[in-house]
Protein backbone atom coordinates (compact mmCIF):
# COMPACT_ATOMS: atom_id res chain seq x y z
CA UNK A 1 0.00 0.00 0.00
CA UNK A 2 1.86 3.41 -0.90
CA UNK A 3 1.86 5.60 1.86
CA UNK A 4 0.61 9.31 2.14
CA UNK A 5 3.36 11.59 2.89
CA UNK A 6 2.30 14.31 5.26
CA UNK A 7 2.75 18.13 4.04
CA UNK A 8 4.76 20.92 5.96
CA UNK A 9 1.05 22.29 6.84
CA UNK A 10 -0.22 18.88 8.14
CA UNK A 11 0.26 17.86 11.64
CA UNK A 12 1.26 14.69 12.31
CA UNK A 13 -1.09 13.73 15.35
CA UNK A 14 -4.63 13.49 15.59
CA UNK A 15 -6.55 12.50 18.93
CA UNK A 16 -9.85 10.48 18.97
CA UNK A 17 -12.01 10.29 21.73
CA UNK A 18 -14.00 6.87 22.34
CA UNK A 19 -17.26 8.69 20.89
CA UNK A 20 -15.40 9.92 17.91
CA UNK A 21 -14.73 6.22 17.32
CA UNK A 22 -17.98 5.12 18.41
CA UNK A 23 -19.05 8.02 15.35
CA UNK A 24 -16.71 6.45 12.96
CA UNK A 25 -17.38 2.95 13.81
CA UNK A 26 -21.03 3.85 13.09
CA UNK A 27 -20.22 5.42 9.73
CA UNK A 28 -18.16 2.03 8.54
CA UNK A 29 -20.68 -0.09 9.62
CA UNK A 30 -17.59 -2.23 11.62
CA UNK A 31 -16.68 -1.66 15.05
CA UNK A 32 -13.36 0.14 15.13
CA UNK A 33 -11.78 0.34 18.56
CA UNK A 34 -7.87 1.30 17.42
CA UNK A 35 -5.28 2.95 15.15
CA UNK A 36 -5.12 -0.07 13.02
CA UNK A 37 -8.43 -1.02 12.85
CA UNK A 38 -9.31 2.26 11.78
CA UNK A 39 -6.29 2.43 8.96
CA UNK A 40 -7.20 -0.97 7.96
CA UNK A 41 -10.98 0.27 7.90
CA UNK A 42 -10.35 3.13 5.96
CA UNK A 43 -8.08 1.81 3.25
CA UNK A 44 -10.98 -1.11 2.95
CA UNK A 45 -13.13 1.66 1.93
CA UNK A 46 -10.80 3.32 -0.36
CA UNK A 47 -9.99 0.35 -2.26
CA UNK A 48 -11.65 -0.92 -5.64
CA UNK A 49 -10.17 -4.25 -7.02
CA UNK A 50 -9.86 -5.53 -10.54
CA UNK A 51 -9.30 -9.82 -11.24
CA UNK A 52 -7.73 -9.92 -7.32
CA UNK A 53 -6.04 -6.25 -8.18
CA UNK A 54 -5.88 -3.57 -5.48
CA UNK A 55 -6.29 -0.18 -6.47
CA UNK A 56 -6.68 2.55 -3.54
CA UNK A 57 -7.81 5.35 -4.29
CA UNK A 58 -7.12 8.30 -2.65
CA UNK A 59 -9.36 9.64 0.05
CA UNK A 60 -10.14 12.70 -2.04
CA UNK A 61 -10.52 10.99 -5.46
CA UNK A 62 -13.19 8.89 -3.59
CA UNK A 63 -14.64 11.82 -2.31
CA UNK A 64 -15.12 13.92 -5.94
CA UNK A 65 -16.65 10.87 -6.89
CA UNK A 66 -18.74 10.18 -4.82
CA UNK A 67 -19.87 14.14 -5.24
CA UNK A 68 -20.67 12.98 -8.97
CA UNK A 69 -22.52 10.52 -8.37
CA UNK A 70 -26.39 11.42 -8.54
CA UNK A 71 -27.92 8.04 -7.31
CA UNK A 72 -26.25 7.78 -3.71
CA UNK A 73 -27.46 4.91 -2.35
CA UNK A 74 -26.64 3.11 -5.49
CA UNK A 75 -22.99 4.66 -5.61
CA UNK A 76 -21.14 0.85 -5.78
CA UNK A 77 -22.92 -0.23 -8.45
CA UNK A 78 -22.56 3.37 -10.22
CA UNK A 79 -18.67 3.64 -9.58
CA UNK A 80 -18.14 -0.24 -11.35
CA UNK A 81 -20.60 0.70 -14.23
CA UNK A 82 -18.30 4.14 -14.34
CA UNK A 83 -14.79 2.46 -13.90
CA UNK A 84 -15.73 -0.17 -16.41
CA UNK A 85 -17.01 2.65 -19.59
CA UNK A 86 -13.64 4.13 -18.62
CA UNK A 87 -11.81 1.52 -19.15
CA UNK A 88 -13.79 0.82 -22.39
CA UNK A 89 -12.95 4.29 -23.30
CA UNK A 90 -9.24 3.82 -22.89
CA UNK A 91 -9.06 0.50 -24.47
CA UNK A 92 -11.10 2.04 -27.54
CA UNK A 93 -14.31 -0.22 -27.19
Not at 5 to 34: E, G, Q
Request: proline fraction near 6%.
Amino acid sequence: MEQFKLSARMKPAVTLTHDDLAAISVLLMKPVTTKEELLVAITVQNTVTVEGVPITLEPRLLQRLKSRCLDKPNFPRWLAETVTRQLHDYCGW
